[in-house]
Structures are given as C-alpha cells and as structure tokens.
C-alpha cells in the first residue's frame, strides 16, 4: 500500500506517494527525474548511489524512502547554484577526474562530504573518505587530484 | 516497480509500519512473530530483501523512536549504547574511543563512511553474522544486549547471544533496545585486526580481538575474541586461561597463538579457505594480545 511522504531534495518540496518497497534512490531518479544519482549495484558496495540525507554521505540505494519521510537531500543536481558550478565539478572538469563518468555524481558528493568536515585533506584521508566510492575507469589518480584542487579552491 | 535496476529485484509485498514509541514496536513484532522484521540502518535487511532471501510480512522501522540514539559512557555504569546509534557517531565519539580502542577501530573498518552513516552497532550485533567485526571487541568488553519484549526486560551477555550463523537468541516480539559494557580495569588495552582482501568494504576473512589488563609485566586479565572463524564470534578461552596471572614473554604468547586454534572451527569459502584461517588465527592473537599489552602499559595507540 502507497505512504504519502515528505521530502526536502536540492531545496525543493515534494509530497510523494510510494509503494514501501521503492529506495530513495528511485524516487530521486524515477518520480523526480533526478538522474544524476546513479545505481551501480544495488547493495551499497560501489557508491554511485551516494547522496547527502540530513547531511549524511549515504548509500540511496539501501534507504528506503518512505524510511526517508521528512528528511532533507542534497543530490549532485543540488551542487551547482544557479548556473555556477561547485568547486568541485569544475575542479573534476579541470582536472580530468573523470571518464564515463558513471562513478562521479558519487566521488563528487562523497568529497563533498569530506571537504564539509575537512577542508584540507591530505591524500591519505581522501583515500579514505572515498573508500566507499568504486570507479572502473581512471584508476583514481585524477580523481584525488580533483579533490585536492578543489579543496584549495575551496580554501 | 518502474525504473531499471541493475538486476532483478524479488523484494517481497511487506507491510511496512514506522512505531513511535518501543511498546508500539513490541506490539508489532509481537503480533507478527517470525513474520516480522526490524529496519534500523537497513544496510543487511534491505540487500536480503531484495535478493528475496528475506521475505518478512510487516517490515518495523524503529528510527522514529526517539531516544534509541544515545552514546554515554561514565566510570561507573561503564559503556551503554542505543540500538540506534550508528557507527559513525561511535567512530566520531573520542570517549568511546578513549576507554574501548578496540572497539573503535572495529567500528571504523565496516564498510564505507556511507554504510556507517546509516548502520547501527546493535544492527551488526543482531545480523549476526560469524565475521561481525563490531562483535570481536565487544566479547572482550564482557558486553549484553538488554531486550524488551512482551515478558519484559532481560539483559543477554554476548557470549550467550549468538547461536550460529545469522542466528542469536532475540524471541518473537523483543527488541533489542541497548548495548551495556562495563568500564575496562585500571591499565587496559585493546587491540583488534581485520584481515580482508581490502582496506575497506570487505568482510573479515580473520578478525581478532584482544583485551589486556596488566599490572607492570603481569597480565591480570586477558581476554580474545575470534571473527570469521567458527559458526559464532568465539571467546579463546584456552589462550586467555594460558595467559591470565602469567608474565608475558614471547614463548607463552607463541603457546597462547596455538591455543586460540582450539575455540576455531574456520570453514572455506570465497574469501578464504580454512587452512589460511586457521594458519591466521595463531599469527594475529599474538599480535593483537602483545599490542593491546602495550597499550596497557601506557604506549601510543
């Protein structure tokens, strides 16, 4: 049976009705045509899923979203202000931190999270903030590097 | 369900229900039994479900309950931990970290910083997995799961909890409400070792967890706990009897890494085979127990 519920996503309201079975990551990408948030394996191994939920770096994947009622998301449609791209999107763009770019919606919102808490990492605590992130493409060496090229924006 | 996914999904019609309060949750799990199921972090219960493994008929979400979250620590009542705190509160909490070393360290090697935001520790208890890595350190804190149920309370010490792979001793209708451990002796040190194919995102092939008390070079307790290698996390207790009240030298620990063989039964699998487990177990007890004697004695973490 449908549960109406509330979610804040990127600044925006919305009522919803949900089947209980559906993750946050379907609502995001079916019901609000936020495609950005990628599924890459459905059970919180690889990362591409990832989203801030009340500030949180999270799997969207292993969230249910009526679990999700109320709760206030930041997607990487949400990163961008009114036509100005985030430090990090132009430090990945820069830098080349990506290729297929399956992988970067996801790296994006965890160095987020990371430069949140931490504005200036060292390589080590990237690696680590970024653990929960997999990319089969660049063997993550530019992607580091667009990290910290954006946390020296960001300074 | 619309949307591609990347491969097909078996979740069962479940009836989901979000309690406001413990005796709500009760009720439910009581009313539906085995056909129920608790969801707190949902980083388990969601992945079983969709691979149809678990197939509940009312799913109980507890994360609305208020006052489940709670970390606290005092000299006295010791450690006590909510059912909703996740581990990445823990991992953050620098008093945890301060009085149960071991136990932090096990906190942050699960998963990911996304998988740590939404597990809880009671989640990782209840999961019951035999490679918990949460669990080899909370044995050698001497820690219990308080339950309310239908019956009322009763407080369950880990050792008695688990009952074989995915299985432990919560009934029909408990919830498990709170993780309680002791504060540690005067001069204690932890130590716990996850050996896995990665530096995250794996499970344990071996998890060793060690607790040592020691009063200058005598060890006045000892305590070491195995992941992964027997249907439970286990207690070594023919190691902790070999060392407790001795003088530590590298010939007992030798002794002591052979003993702890005798509490495992490791099987093979993906991730290891049960020669490389038992071959392990001996190598990381010696380890973990000479480390955490050091850091009893006052040495860097």
Sequence with gaps: MKQRIHLRVNGEDYELEVDPRRRLLDVLRDDLGLTGTKEGCGTGDCGACSVLLDGKLINSCLKLAVSADGADILTIEGLAQGGTLHPLQEAFMEKGGLQCGICTPGMIMAAKALLDENPHPTVEEIRLALAGNLCRCTGYTKIIESVQAAAEKMA | MRGGTARPVNMVNFEYFAPATVEEACALLARYGREARVLAGGTDVLIFMRDGKLRPRALVDITRIPGLEGISY????????????????????????????????????????????????????????????????????????????????????????????????????????????????????????????????????????????????????????????APTPVRATAAEDLLRGQTLTEELLEQAGQAALAAASPISDHRASAEYRRAMVPVLTKRMVRRAYELAGGEQA
Excluded at chain 2, 200 to 228: C, P
């Design chain 2, 74 to 229: 005092d000299g006295s009542a010791g450690l006590r931990i909510g059912a909703l705190a996740t581990l990445r509160t823990i991992e953050k909490n620098p008093v945890v970290a301060a009085h149960y070393p071991h136990f932090v360290s096990a906190v942050r090697e699960v998963g990911s910083i996304q998988i740590r935001n939404l597990a809880t520790v009671m989640g990782n208890v209840c999961n019951s997995s035999p490679a918990a890595d949460t669990v080899p350190p909370l044995l050698t804190m001497e820690a219990s799961v308080r339950l309310v149920g239908p019956q009322g309370e009763r407080t369950v010490p880990l050792t008695q909890f688990f009952t074989g792979p995915g299985q432990n001793v919560i009934a029909p209708g408990e919830l498990a409400v709170e993780l309680i451990a002791p504060p540690p002796p005067p001069h204690t040190g932890g130590a716990y070792y996850k050996l896995a194919a990665r530096r995250a995102m794996d499970i344990a092939f071996v998890g060793v967890a060690a607790q040592v008390s020691r009063e200058n070079g005598t060890l006045t307790d000892v305590r070491i706990a195995l992941g992964a290698v």
